[in-house]
């Protein structure tokens, strides 16, 4: 037990980032997947058009509950929001362009929304992370 600790402790960051992230996947897509249904007849193959509707709903969802999760639970800042939030919406519409761009290429490929969507994922997450750390929430910075 002791070790799992100590093993918490030296990457508790990198933890909780990933559980808020599983999170964050799981109020953007069910945004994304509501909107799907409500506007697009919940099609498993929509247009370009529909697509990037689709991310953009996906991004604004995920983009605010994780602003407040991140700052509060990952990266415990205490920099002034008025600092900070502009920075983070850009790091995420950076993200937001890669997984527009991803699941376009999908989409010309005939590529599964679910999986598409699933891979995407894994490249923003993984981006947003080196953004939020290198870029956004960092450390001594008041």
């Known amino acids: 037990m002791e070790k799992i600790k100590e093993l918490y402790v030296k990457y508790e960051e990198i933890i909780v980032y990933l559980i808020v992230g599983v999170l964050t ?3 953007s897509w069910t945004a994304k ?7 697009f007849d919940n099609t498993m193959y929509p247009t370009p058009l529909e697509n990037g509707i689709l991310s953009t709903i996906n991004w604004v969802a995920g983009v605010t509950f994780a602003y407040f999760t991140n700052r509060r639970f990952v990266f415990k800042s205490k920099m002034p929001m008025s600092k900070e939030a502009p920075k983070f919406v850009l790091s995420r519409v950076s993200t937001w362009i890669l997984d527009v761009v991803v699941m376009q290429v999908f989409t010309a490929l005939n590529i599964n929304l679910v999986v598409g969507s699933i891979i995407s994922a894994v490249l923003v997450t993984v981006a947003n992370y080196v953004f939020s750390k290198l870029f956004v929430f960092r450390k001594g910075e008041k």
């Open 25 to 27: 996947t799981i109020v």
């Open 33 to 39: 997947f509501a909107a799907n249904a409500l506007f």
